[in-house]
Structure formats: structure tokens, C-alpha cells
């Protein structure tokens, strides 16, 4: 069965082509909801019920693992979803946790106290949903401790990309870095915990300065991706990748094309 990835708009394209550069022939289902997007302005109950719904309608492509490659839904819906209604042959997971993990610098799983580690001042990027939650910060402490975070709520940013407006998606990135640095001057690293942003990662670091480690999704969850295929083969299967939309797909296939660089062509779900 094909491996489904999911995300509000394109910003999940960031994690499906890193995880197709490593598993090239995996059958993959790509679901953008860019008709809703963004999900980062709306309220909980919203984001869980339109994730649940992407989700379902990934269930009907037969897809048996979905990974919620965006930070928001990730966030608000994908621990409700497995637990209040996740089939018994189904596997959801978001793209929170490989994040952390490798921010500090802990090996998938290891469920062991949380200890202090070389990380001492994160500058979090995320949508305002996301940092309203503190879901970064909770499972940070998980596995952390002496870790300072300060989050800085990017409103403008998705709509900017989805609109494929890079001048005024980077002029966004300036001042939402100024505003966090006037806080936090000396972050040792930079998380970018929305799949969208990565588009932008070199503008972030430019405007970060080269001291901050910048870290992006994309090869993180594809490496725990691969991890997790190594230990769950029966999600292992040749095929194509198809791109849905719930949005208007010549706009959001030419959006896609010029963000990543590649023709890429969506279908209606
Ligand atoms: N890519 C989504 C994320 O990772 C964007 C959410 C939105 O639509 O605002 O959070």
C-alpha cells in the first residue's frame, strides 16, 4: 500500500521529496488541503476536524501509514487521532517528534529521563497555532533539560509561499527573525517547525547570521521515516507518487513547480 503524506498546502512537499530522494520507488499519496490552508490562524476544533478528514480521505487511497507532514496539525490533531479513533491497522505520525530528537541529539525511541544536553537556547519558528500550543516545549522537556525556548509565531508566512510571493514571504522571514532576536540575541539553534518554511531556509539563516544552526524537517523525518520502514516492512511498496489537492490544481501545480524547482502535477481529490 502506498505510504500517505499529508499537510495543510505545499509545505509538506518538503518532506515527500526528501523522503523520495532516499525511498525512490516507495508508492506515495501527497495530500494538500490547499483549499483550507492555512490551518495556522484557525481554532483547534477546526484543525483536528479538517486533519481527520485528510486523514480519512488517505485511508480511502489505501494508504495504511500517514505521516502529518505539517507542524500545526501535527500539533493540535495527531495525538486525539490516535487515540480516540485510529483504526487498529493504521499508523499515524506527525513530524513533531524526529524534530526534537534531533535537536537533542537522542535516538529514536530512547526513552530514557530527561538529561541536559549541549542545546541551551532554541529559537522556535512556527504558526501561531503551533506555538499556541507549547507542543514543542512539552516534548522538549520530555527529553531535555536547561533548554530555553522562545517561539516566535510567523503570521503571514504560509499565506505568502501558498501564494508562491517569495519577495514578500522573505520580507516576512526579516521581521519575524528581528522580532525573536530582540529577545533571544543568541540562539545556538534555529527549529523551523512548519514544513513550509524550509523553502526559505536560506534566507532564514541569512538573516539568523551563520552562528545558528538552522534545523528543517525534510531529511530528519525522511531519515526516521526510513528508520521506521527498516523495522515495519509490510508499509514497503513500489509505485508512483501521486499529488492530490483539495484546492485549484492548476494554481497549486504551478505553485508546486516553482517552489521546488520541478514540474510537479496535482489531481482533485
Ligand atoms: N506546513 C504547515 C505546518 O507545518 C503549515 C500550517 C498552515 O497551514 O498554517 O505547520
Redesign the pocket.
Known amino acids: 500500500m502506498p505510504i500517505g503524506i499529508f ?6 512537499l518538503t518532506v515527500q521529496q526528501e523522503v523520495s530522494l532516499r525511498i525512490p520507488n516507495q508508492a506515495i499519496v501527497y495530500l494538500g ?1 490547499n483549499f ?7 481554532d483547534h476544533e477546526q484543525i483536528y476536524d479538517l486533519t481527520h478528514k485528510a486523514i480519512e480521505r488517505l485511508w480511502g487511497e489505501d494508504c495504511d501509514l500517514v505521516i502529518i ?7 493540535v490533531a495527531v495525538k486525539r487521532i490516535q487515540e480516540e479513533c485510529l483504526p487498529r491497522d493504521k499508523r499515524v505520525l506527525g ?1 513533531f517528534v524526529p524534530l526534537i530528537e534531533a535537536v537533542t541529539e537522542r535516538r529514536w525511541g530512547d526513552n530514557s529521563a530527561p538529561r541536559e544536553v549541549n542545546v541551551k537556547q532554541v529559537a522556535l519558528f ?5 506555538v499556541a500550543t507549547r507542543a514543542f516545549q512539552r516534548e522538549l522537556a520530555y527529553r531535555a533539560i536547561g533548554v530555553d525556548v522562545d517561539a516566535q509565531p510567523c503570521g503571514g508566512l ?2 505568502a509561499i ?1 501564494e508562491n510571493d517569495l519577495k514578500l514571504a522573505e520580507a516576512l522571514v526579516k521581521s519575524h527573525v528581528s522580532a525573536l532576536l530582540r529577545r533571544m540575541p543568541k540562539p545556538d539553534v534555529a527549529v523551523l ?5 524550509p523553502i526559505l531556509k536560506d534566507c532564514f539563516q541569512s538573516a539568523l547570521g551563520s552562528n545558528v544552526q538552522v534545523y528543517s ?1 525534510g531529511k530528519i523525518v525522511a531519515e526516521s521515516l526510513v528508520d521506521y520502514l527498516s523495522r515495519h516492512p509490510n508499509f514497503v511498496e513500489k509505485g508512483q507518487v501521486k499529488f492530490l489537492t483539495t484546492g485549484n490544481i492548476t494554481k497549486v501545480s504551478k505553485a508546486a513547480t516553482r517552489l521546488l524547482a520541478k514540474t510537479i502535477e496535482f489531481t482533485s481529490v
Do not use: K, M
Not at 499537510?7 to 509538506?12: A, E, R, T
Open positions: 499537510d495543510s498546502g505545499l509545505g509538506g488541503d483550507h490552508v492555512p490551518y495556522g490562524v484557525r507532514a505539517c507542524n500545526t496539525a501535527s500539533a513530524v512556527a504558526t501561531p497555532a503551533t504560509v499565506d501558498e517547525g512548519c514544513t513550509h518554511y524537517q
